[in-house]
RNA sequence: GGGCCCGUAGCUCAGUUGGAUAGAGCAACAGAUUUCUAAUCUGUCGGUCGGAGGUUCGAAUCCUCUCGGGCCCGCCA
């Protein structure tokens, strides 16, 4: 729709003012008193053209009215701060509803990336030890996007890098051998009580050769079945070792040698990453002749591009920030493409009982993972409550909140909205009445009918921005507002009634509303339930 | 000490990449159902956008400084 406006006033400048070279137009969705769409293109205009700015926003205006072929608008106003404001016909609203319904699942989808292949990379957790909520948070962000850009038309892939060599993984299997020997886990060892579950566990395959693999196989499944209990899955498990096995590592520091960005100090290798931008320089194979994770993670990163992936996504928690510019810099010593690499920070999760928070400290053992809230308030709560807010503000998780079946909650408010409507058609069934072929949409003339209609064409837009933006809480903050517009209307117009025309519109606009709440809720893997 | 994120209504948060008189939800208060689900709706109350400068026709948004909170600063991953 935006695109449509943009496309509509763009040709009226090259009409007007065709000397004139000018930006994207932009057009927002302003305050519903000023219109349904709003451009300050005049407002960016008038420097270069020297006129008084009113008359250049009138004489838009008037050109833009004149050039609506399609009578997409009824009104098309020039403000004097500047702005000019559209207001869409009646007629093109009500015919929305029949496109609507026509796309059904297809509606808000568009082909923007045109088969692209994206690759984005999430969770990637230490098999070390149980999820927890910040996992949960990471889990949901990067599968949210990852459907925004299916969405959108990219080809995406979900990939887990699994972390099952090294120091780390040495002292899990440590800990849980001491375990199940009933000694005391070893210094700088795991201590959490899942420790000795794991060892009880295992304790018939402790003696086999094979046991680390055993018990790292148990944690990632353990992993993954906490994470399909979220609906999050992944196309790929990648595994950090496969990178060793395959002469990777190897072939990657050979290239960063290469180009003369390495030195040895102190017996070690070293990657001259300051001079790309981190702020010192990185170890990539130790003193013992130990790789790094860091030498792992540059194999892996370049593997992805090797892939043919032509755009790389990793979400990672703030815990790791410090870990981007040395990744840049690596991506840039291997001449990859760094602007086609892009690292969302997520920001942490503060459970809350209430006002108390509840705590989640590693060293106490006492951490509440992500599959015991998911026990408890459940998996649709808890993604749309990991969702709601942008990934860089901290977020603040009430259990509470999430648990309730109150109008306080907003996951139930939205539910809600589409319970209603199923509702409306189980009740339709009941007397006979079912959804028409066709219906005089025309008839769709009330202010709480108009402003829903005008709530649901905005669900590509806000895809595509939300996709775009790699921001998946708008979704969230989308459907909100839908189903809050859906109840007012709800309240206002009855949908069943005697009069029979006018029901069979209203079904109809039920149904578009149906289809778009089912839609958003699909995009964020949150169930839209017929009864609640 | 340095880096990243955050600071907007009593609380939790939006704010479309610099535009109009800064918006929601919750809480509080006052109302609404002979009706398709009251898990709903309507209204009221509520703001020096942490603070100070600066850039601009225009700043919550950009720059500098500053205060407060979170996370990080390993030859761990």
Known sequence: MKAKLAELVSRSIREIYPQVTFPDVQISIPQSRYGDFATNIALRLAPQLEGELPKITQELAATIMQNDEGRMLIDCQATRTGFINFKLSDKFLQHQITLIREKDRHFGRSDQGKGKKVLIEFVSANPTGPLHIGHGRWAVIGDDIAALLSATGFAVEREYYVNDIGTQVEKLEESVRARAESREVPEGGYGGAYISEVAEKLLDRIGRSNFREILLSHMLNDHKRVLEKLKVNFDNYYRESSLHGSGKVKAALEEIKAKGLTFEEDGALWFKSQELGDDKNRVLVRKGGETTYFAADIAYHLDKF???????????????????????????????????????????????????????????????????????????????????????SHLEFDLELAKQAAPSNPVYYVQYAHARISSIFREGVERGVGIERSADLSLLIHPAERELVRKLIDLPDEILSAAQAREPHRMVIYAKELAAIFHNFYHKCRVLSEDEKLTAARLQLVDATRIVLRNVLELLSVTAPERM
């Not at 989640?360 to 709560?381: C, F, H, N, Q, Y």
């Open 306 to 392: 090797r892939r043919g992936f032509d755009r790389l996504i990793n979400v990672w928690g703030t815990d790791h920030h410090g870990y981007v510019p040395r990744l840049r810099a690596a991506l840039k010593a291997l001449g990859l493409p760094v602007e086609h690499f892009e690292i969302i920070i997520g920001q942490l999760v503060a459970l809350f009982r209430g006002a108390e928070p509840v705590r989640m400290s590693k060293r106490t053992g006492e951490m509440i993972t992500l599959e015991e809230v998911i026990e408890e308030i459940g998996p649709d709560a808890t993604r749309f409550f990991l969702t709601m807010v942008s990934a860089n």
